[in-house]
T-cell receptor
Framework: GAVVSQHPSRVICKSGTSVKIECRSLDFQATTMFWYRQFPKKSLMLMAT?????????EQGVEKDKFLINHASLTLSTLTVTSAHPEDSSFYICSARGAGGRTDTQYFGPGTRLTVL | GENVEQHPSTLSVQEGDSAVIKCTYS??????FPWYKQELGKGPQLIID?????GEKKDQRIAVTLNKTAKHFSLHITETQPEDSAVYFC???????????FGTGTSLTVIP
């Protein structure tokens, strides 16, 4: 149980384009989803927290107009990187917290490797 | 805010030996401490967790201990195997569902 998927696993795009990453909880309802960014050999950096049906809460220094987050349902959250630039290249990981049962922990997706040319 | 420190940053052990990774936290209100294993190019996977009302928890070859007074917790892996090689992250949080504060990670290599 507690499976989280991400799509796509890898994406390469041109500078200036937008990229959407999907995060789905497959076997549980997620009231809260988190988006992280991870640089090589570094820890996870929380970008934003999203609750179903409400606006995401962004961490300090994260541009909300650049990283658009939508948590449209209890099983889906999306992160859209708008007008991507090479410095946005990174490993993006989502996690989900369950609505029932195990409500205290986060289950992570497999990550999305974004490369901006 | 919470500050989680993790040591060592790298650890090499011979297959069959034990590995210990330690984390300290600063906020005494933190009450939930998960450990994650991350393999190269993949997302973190929860391997064990402990709550502040428990001092130790074990799951087969993996155990976690918590010292609330000293504000530190440790991951113990016994009889290590090559497939245990990965990066391990500790985390701390307070109250259910709140933000996780992650350690900086430990790269564990198990030498066959």
């Amino acid at each position: 149980g507690a499976v989280v998927s991400q799509h796509p696993s890898r994406v390469i795009c041109k500078s200036g384009t937008s990229v959407k990453i999907e995060c789905r909880s497959l076997d549980f309802q997620a009231t809260t989803m988190f988006w992280y960014r991870q640089f090589p050999k570094k820890s996870l950096m929380l970008m934003a927290t999203s609750n179903e049906g409400s606006k995401a809460t962004y961490e300090q220094g994260v541009e909300k107009d650049k990283f658009l987050i939508n948590h449209a349902s209890l099983t889906l959250s999306t992160l859209t990187v708008t007008s991507a630039h090479p410095e946005d290249s990174s490993f993006y990981i989502c996690s989900a917290r369950g609505a029932g049962g195990r409500t205290d922990t986060q289950y992570f997706g497999p990550g999305t490797r974004l490369t901006v040319l | 805010g919470e500050n989680v420190e993790q040591h060592p940053s790298t650890l090499s052990v011979q297959e069959g030996d034990s590995a210990v990774i330690k984390c300290t936290y600063s906020d005494s209100a933190s009450n939930y401490f998960p450990w994650y294993k991350q393999e190269l190019g993949k997302g973190p996977q929860l391997i064990i967790d402990i709550r502040s009302n428990v001092g130790e928890k074990k799951d087969q070859r993996i155990a976690v201990t918590l010292n609330k007074t000293a504000k530190h917790f440790s991951l113990h892996i016994t009889e290590t195997q090559p497939e245990d090689s990965a990066v391990y992250f500790c985390a701390a949080s307070k109250n259910t569902g709140n933000q996780f504060y992650f350690g900086t990670g430990t790269s564990l290599t198990v030498i066959p």
